[in-house]
């Protein structure tokens, strides 16, 4: 399957402080990209990392991907109360025509 | 229109009835795909229009449920005989191209009771 898996499934943390998320797959990827949810509405999306990519930056996001680990990690600075939400990674190759996502972790930041 | 537009936005339904769901992506995007996803779980998919290509329709659950795409614009999933456990958010979602080469752009969702 190339569905990510994130880790950990739920994160609590305290405004300003930082949020690592985890991210693993099992197949070769061409990219991999990072969504975000508040509470069941539509997807938006965060940031693609190429699998040529080590380190990516947007803003407060940094995303790293460790192609040889098949993981990848999302890391939120300095977090606001409007960070909470749950977050997905969707990693893609040649392989497979839609994405896929696994179950999210779930943010919440305490004010 | 500028984003992903679904309806309706809300769907309360008698076990039994069949449902019909609509999506409208961006103009100008040939992929098109859609997810459930129940309260507090991850997103399901469901199917995927690409082009003129046949549909990926390996994450229909049941034949109760079937999808089209007409013009290679709008969509409409159809759920038949609806079940208490279709009760669902249903999102979609479209993207110029296939795969995740381009960003997939969602819609707010149709959510779904099945009472």
């Known amino acids: 399957s190339q569905q990510g898996e994130e880790d950990p499934q739920a994160l609590s943390i305290q405004e300003g402080e930082n949020a690592t998320m985890n991210c693993s797959y099992k197949t070769s990827i061409n990219n991999l990209q990072w969504y975000r949810q508040n509470s069941g509405r539509g997807l938006v999306h965060l940031i693609l990392i190429r699998s040529n990519e080590r380190e990516k930056h947007s803003g407060r996001l940094r995303v790293t991907l460790d192609t040889s680990k098949k993981s990848s990690s999302l890391l939120i600075t300095a977090s606001r109360a409007a960070d909470t939400a749950s977050y997905f990674c969707?990693?893609?190759?040649?392989?497979?025509?839609?994405?896929?996502f696994g179950s999210g972790t779930r943010l919440q930041v305490q004010p | 229109g500028a984003g992903v537009s679904q309806s309706p936005s809300n769907k309360v339904t008698e076990k039994g009835k069949d449902v019909e769901l609509r999506c409208d992506p961006i103009?100008?995007?040939?992929?098109l795909y859609w997810y459930r996803q129940s309260l507090g779980q991850g997103l399901e998919f469901l199917i995927y229009f690409q082009g003129n290509s046949a549909p990926d329709k390996s994450g229909l659950p049941s034949d109760r449920f079937s999808a089209e795409r007409t013009g290679g614009s709008v969509s409409t999933l159809t759920i038949q005989r609806t079940q208490q456990e279709d009760s669902a958010v249903y999102l979609c979602a479209s993207s110029l191209g296939d795969r995740g080469r381009n960003t997939i752009y969602f819609g707010e969702g149709s959510w779904l009771t099945v009472v």
């Open positions: 969707a990693p893609t190759n040649t392989g497979r025509r839609a994405l896929t």
């Open positions: 103009s100008g995007h040939t992929a």
